[in-house]
């Protein structure tokens, strides 16, 4: 998979649980920058990129999902080891 199909992926995902316009989601976005991005959303964000990408996520990369940027890594990493 490319890195242009992994992020059209991701922001499919993070605008439908964060309510946002696919185009407005890029490295920026974090909860900082997004009040939709909760605790509540954060958890809807881990489990739509475990069941998209059929990975599942280690705890530590769970707590340092803090941005679009961190959960493309996540996922390239994740990529890379399958």
């Given at each position: 998979?490319?890195?242009?199909?992994?992020?059209?992926?991701?922001?499919?995902?993070?605008?439908?649980?964060?309510?946002?316009?696919?185009?407005?989601?890029?490295?920026?976005?974090?909860?900082?920058?997004?009040?939709?991005?909760?605790?509540?959303?954060?958890?809807?964000?881990?489990?739509?990129?475990?069941?998209?990408?059929g990975l599942q996520m280690e705890f530590e990369d769970q707590m340092r999902l803090l941005s679009f940027a961190i959960a493309?890594?996540?996922?390239?990493?994740?990529?890379?080891?399958?």
């Amino acid at each position: 998979m490319n890195s242009t199909e992994t992020d059209q992926r991701l922001k499919l995902i993070f605008s439908t649980i964060l309510e946002l316009p696919a185009d407005s989601i890029d490295d920026t976005l974090t909860p900082q920058t997004c009040a939709k991005w909760d605790s509540l959303n954060q958890i809807h964000l881990i489990n739509g990129i475990e069941e998209e990408f059929g990975l599942q996520m280690e705890f530590e990369d769970q707590m340092r999902l803090l941005s679009f940027a961190i959960a493309r890594e996540i996922v390239a990493a994740a990529s890379a080891t399958t």
